[in-house]
């Protein structure tokens, strides 16, 4: 994208008003009048999820869990930018920077705007959105307590069940029944209850889930679902399972 600003203006639907819109406030405000002519036939405050809306919603919460533990780090910043320069390009991804700059100066009430996420995106759209924060509180390969605590609280308030959460937490901070987790099976079961757990986890966190986000979010999907096929490798390597 050649003006990251001006396509999330010209592609926001739902994420306009409320508490997220609130948040980004003279942001969206001061690029939206040149965004229309690339919004065409579509209505800024529509029901369905846009890439707009999960792009600026990203950014609000990463926003939210970058301040958690009262300090933002250059090495979260750097991850930030390079997930945007994948999915946008380099142009693109400094405004998403000096987008996300504004957002950590303002208040965020966490619970109003996973709410309001919670009550327009899909399921599949929020697992994703929570492999991709927890990706940024581990920018410095450690997730910080307090983060780990902000990322639960965000789980809670988005509707992602507990076992989604630790699947996806398991993805990121090491424990001895990980591969397990991510399969949201315990060490006890047997090959065959491992072998439904995978199938089930494959169908859930399969990329085609959020394809109608655009090229630029389905690949980061990519690496979710490559952690569920590792998992199960591991496991089958232990187990001996052909």
Not at 31 to 59: E, K, M, Y
Not at 129 to 143: E, Q, R, T
Request: proline share 2%; charged share 25%.
């Amino acid at each position: 994208m050649a003006n990251f600003t001006r396509w999330i203006a010209g592609g926001l639907g739902w994420a306009f008003f409320g508490p997220i819109g609130g948040i980004l406030g003279f942001v969206v405000g001061s690029v939206v009048d040149g965004a229309q002519t690339q919004v065409g036939t579509r209505r800024i405050g529509s029901g369905q999820t846009t890439p707009g809306d999960f792009a600026v919603s990203l950014l609000v919460l990463i926003a939210a869990v970058m301040k958690a533990d009262g300090q933002v780090l250059k090495s979260e910043l750097d991850y930030v930018k390079k997930y945007f320069v994948q999915a946008f390009g380099e142009a693109s991804a400094s405004e998403a920077i000096m987008m996300l700059r504004d957002i950590l100066n303002q208040n965020i009430d966490v619970r109003e705007v996973c709410l309001q996420i919670k009550s327009k995106m899909d399921y599949s759209s929020r697992l994703q959105m929570m492999h991709l924060l927890f990706g940024v509180s581990n920018a410095d390969a450690k997730v910080h307590p307090l983060e780990v605590d902000i990322l639960q609280k965000i789980a809670g308030y988005l509707g992602i069940s507990s076992k989604d959460f630790d699947s996806i937490k398991s993805m990121f901070i090491e424990n001895t029944d990980g591969s397990y987790k991510i399969l949201e099976v315990e060490p006890s079961a047997t090959d065959e209850e491992v072998k439904k757990a995978y199938r089930k986890m494959a169908v859930k966190y399969h990329p085609d889930k959020v394809s109608y986000l655009g090229d630029e979010f389905r690949n980061s999907a990519n690496e979710k679902f490559k952690k569920v096929n590792e998992a199960y490798d591991k496991i089958k390597k232990e187990r001996g399972i052909i």
